[in-house]
């Protein structure tokens, strides 16, 4: 993992709940790459579509730009116009805002954050979760 990447992992899709919202489907799943990471996502099923049992890798990163380099100065909607950047690697690309932060059993904490309204819930270990104390972050899946 570069320092960029905050967090990735791999992901088996347990549960899909879509019985809210017609183009949002709230997925459960467990990490298979180490660590027991439980996730929760809200995924606009229309563009992104996902069934139980599917693996898909997962990252959290603070900017787009392949060297690292902070969004400073852009909108998210105009990083990487015409140049290349990690969003090229990944088949679906959120930003959002960690809002909250709690302590769980053991060694887990739990990281809460939202991507204007469609939200991600983790719980795993402190270690793996830690780095994400931060304000924004990009939320970047490929099956």
Not at 58 to 63: P, R, T
Not at 86 to 111: M, P, Q, S, T, W
Not at 121 to 138: E, F, K, S, T
Request: charged content about 30%; proline content about 1%; glycine content about 10%.
């Amino acid at each position: 993992m570069s320092e960029n990447i905050l967090f990735e992992n791999s992901f088996k899709v347990t549960e899909l709940n879509n019985a809210k919202y017609d183009r949002v489907s709230r997925i459960k799943a467990f990490s298979e790459g180490g660590g027991e990471v439980l996730l929760t996502l809200d995924v606009n099923t229309e563009l992104y579509p996902l069934n139980v049992d599917d693996r898909m890798t997962v990252a959290l990163a603070l900017s787009l730009n392949l060297d690292g380099s902070k969004d400073d100065g852009k909108g998210w909607r105009d990083v990487g116009r015409g140049e290349q950047t990690l969003a090229d690697e990944f088949d679906y690309v959120c930003h959002g805002k960690i809002y909250r932060f709690e302590e769980g059993e053991k060694d887990n904490i739990k990281v809460y954050v939202s991507f204007g309204g469609l939200l991600l819930y983790m719980d795993g270990p402190y270690a793996l979760l830690n780095a994400l104390r931060i304000d924004h972050v990009y939320l970047l899946i490929k099956k």
